[in-house]
């Protein structure tokens, strides 16, 4: 009697247990019919905007910044030389596509947006991961917005106050209207921010041609005289030449970015190596050029001198015209901004999607199919680095980070392949290239410690102390429940104020 019984009850629940999941079944088809009905209009994810044009623009409006008037001084002056300089820019570009080619097999590879995050998450494991988004968040993307709007509050009020200095406030202030001003288009629309790209992208080509054409001119009609001491290699130390490099590195960075939205982009297979290749050689020739002109036309001592390069070269060779390059310089700078801004955002986004950031931050606006809370959580950050940043310390402090997770990257790369050998990958870089590239890489970064070590060990103590969160949050979570109940009802008000929601389809 008890052996029926218990028979009996055992049939009971595996009958309750099979209508429960019929339910959930039945809602999870509902759920999905509902989906089916709704226009692609109306289902909330990110789409696939943006062609090979504008994906070029994203590269180039991006890597032609302020750059290319502010680097050539501080390669100048670590390198010893002009011809040592010229030499330093020629390796940057070549090192640049190296690596850029190298990002665009992880990006034919792997089709999920996050760029650096993606690969080390899918190469590596979660740790390095979470330590790329850790100091995205907390000190690259706001050290690297910081140095650019800079540069652009710089160019914008100088020409006002010339020859005296600007004061230092209204170039901070007129660097955060630009930040802001661009922080609310890409808030707004993908497309708006698409469009602006591409324009300042022609702008910023028109820029480097009206640089190019006066110097090229006068070289060509025998204006030589500071190109006659040829490679002082003895006025090369093994300290400064990293900090060299990394300011020709810093020149050309961008070229990974459109990796961070590998899902936005279409026909991702075809139009990524396309725009990578196309826009890095093209961008190689275009410093290489611009940096002869500069020679040409300016003395090293002259160009030592010089805050802001553009605008001496402008008074020196365009002299109808140097109250323009100011303001192409300043249009430059935020076409830099505006691609940085733009796809910063998508790696957070992917790191909360996947489950390694806070889940705020994978939501989206239900009309403006924007990522909207990775935008606006990082906008703080951005005007508080503005505020307290000094360009040269900026750029030694977010280099070390920087490239040692770029190199990480390539070396996951490597390992991925020797791994999985049948992995598909529509784009392949010769194993050549990615070798010298991750170790040129590492051999920077290590040589790093050497010559700056105070900035490059703030960048590896800030992110060294995202292990334990790691640990705390991720691998183990171990905060207290009062803690967690509170920061889930913030992350739901936000929620509902903002007027965002979780992704209706996978685009990847």
């Known amino acids: 009697m008890e052996k029926d019984k218990r028979e009996r009850g055992q049939e009971r629940k595996?009958?309750?247990?099979?209508?429960?999941?019929?339910?959930?079944g039945h809602t999870q088809m509902n759920k999905e019919d509902d989906n089916k009905k709704k226009t692609d209009e109306e289902l909330v994810h990110?789409?696939?905007?943006?062609?090979?044009?504008?994906?070029?623009?994203?590269?180039?409006?991006?890597?032609?910044?302020?750059?290319?008037?502010?680097?050539p001084k501080g390669v100048l002056m670590n390198s010893g030389s002009v011809e040592l300089s010229l030499l330093v820019w020629g390796l940057c570009g070549v090192l640049s596509l190296f690596g850029a080619?190298?990002?665009?097999?992880?990006?034919?590879?792997?089709?999920?947006?996050?760029?650096?995050?993606?690969?080390?998450l899918e190469t590596l494991g979660p740790l390095p991961a979470f330590l790329r988004l850790w100091v995205e968040f907390l000190f690259i993307r706001p050290a690297a917005t910081s140095l650019v709007s800079l540069a652009f509050g710089r160019y914008v009020v100088e020409p006002f106050f010339a020859p005296c200095a600007a004061p230092t406030m209204l170039i901070k202030l007129v660097s955060i209207l630009g930040v802001t001003f661009l922080v609310a288009i890409n808030c707004w629309s993908v497309r708006l921010a698409s469009h602006i790209q591409v324009s300042l992208t022609f702008i910023k080509m028109f820029a480097l041609v009206l640089v190019i054409i006066p110097g090229v001119i006068a070289l060509v009609k025998g204006k030589t005289e500071n190109f006659q001491n040829g490679f002082e290699f003895e006025s090369l130390t093994l300290d400064r030449?990293?900090?060299?490099?990394?300011?020709?590195?810093?020149?050309?960075?961008?070229?990974?970015?459109?990796?961070?939205?590998?899902?936005?982009?279409?026909?991702?297979?075809?139009?990524?190596?396309?725009?990578?290749?196309?826009?890095?050689?093209?961008?190689?020739?275009?410093?290489?050029?611009v940096n002869v002109a500069y020679y040409t036309m300016l003395a090293p001592t002259e160009l030592l001198l010089s805050d802001a390069v553009a605008v001496t070269f402008a008074t020196c060779a365009l002299q109808g015209l140097d109250?323009?390059?100011?303001?192409?310089?300043?249009?430059?700078?935020?076409?830099?901004?505006?691609g940085g801004i733009f796809v910063s955002p998508r790696m957070l986004f992917v790191g909360a999607r996947e489950g390694y950031w806070p889940q705020i931050f994978s939501t989206i606006h239900i009309r403006r199919h924007t990522p909207l809370p990775a935008l606006l959580l990082?906008?703080?950050?951005?005007?508080?680095?503005?505020?307290?940043?000094?360009?040269?310390?900026?750029?030694?402090?977010?280099?070390?980070?920087?490239?040692?997770?770029?190199?990480?990257?390539?070396?996951?790369?490597?390992?991925?392949?020797?791994?999985?050998?049948?992995?598909?990958?529509?784009f392949k870089v010769p194993l050549v290239v990615a070798v010298t590239f991750t170790a040129v890489s590492f051999f920077i970064v290590g040589l790093s410690l050497y010559s700056d070590l105070w900035n490059t060990g703030c960048s590896c103590v800030v992110t060294l102390?995202?292990?334990?969160?790691?640990?705390?949050?991720?691998?183990?979570?171990?905060?207290?429940?009062?803690?967690?109940?509170?920061?889930?009802?913030?992350s739901k008000q936000l929620q509902i104020l903002l007027e965002v929601a979780q992704q209706e389809v996978k685009t990847c």
């Open 14 to 24: 595996m009958g309750e247990s099979l209508q429960s999941h019929g339910q959930m």
């Open 46 to 71: 990110l789409r696939r905007e943006i062609g090979l044009l504008p994906a070029v623009s994203f590269i180039m409006g991006t890597v032609v910044g302020s750059g290319i008037f502010i680097a």
């Open 378 to 426: 990082m906008y703080p950050l951005m005007v508080i680095m503005l505020i307290s940043g000094d360009i040269s310390q900026l750029i030694s402090l977010t280099s070390f980070s920087h490239w040692f997770f770029i190199a990480l990257a390539t070396l996951g790369m490597l390992i991925h392949r020797y791994r999985f050998p049948l992995h598909p990958r529509p």
């Open 101 to 120: 080619l190298c990002y665009a097999e992880l990006g034919t590879t792997f089709t999920k947006s996050g760029g650096h995050f993606t690969y080390l």
């Open 241 to 289: 030449l990293p900090l060299a490099i990394y300011n020709g590195l810093y020149a050309y960075s961008g070229w990974f970015y459109l990796n961070f939205v590998t899902e936005e982009v279409k026909n991702p297979s075809r139009n990524i190596p396309l725009a990578i290749i196309s826009s890095m050689v093209t961008m190689t020739v275009l410093y290489v050029l």
């Open 465 to 490: 102390s995202g292990v334990p969160v790691y640990y705390m949050t991720i691998y183990h979570f171990c905060l207290p429940p009062t803690w967690r109940r509170i920061f889930n009802y913030c």
């Open 323 to 338: 109250s323009v390059i100011p303001v192409l310089v300043a249009l430059s700078c935020l076409g830099t901004l505006n």
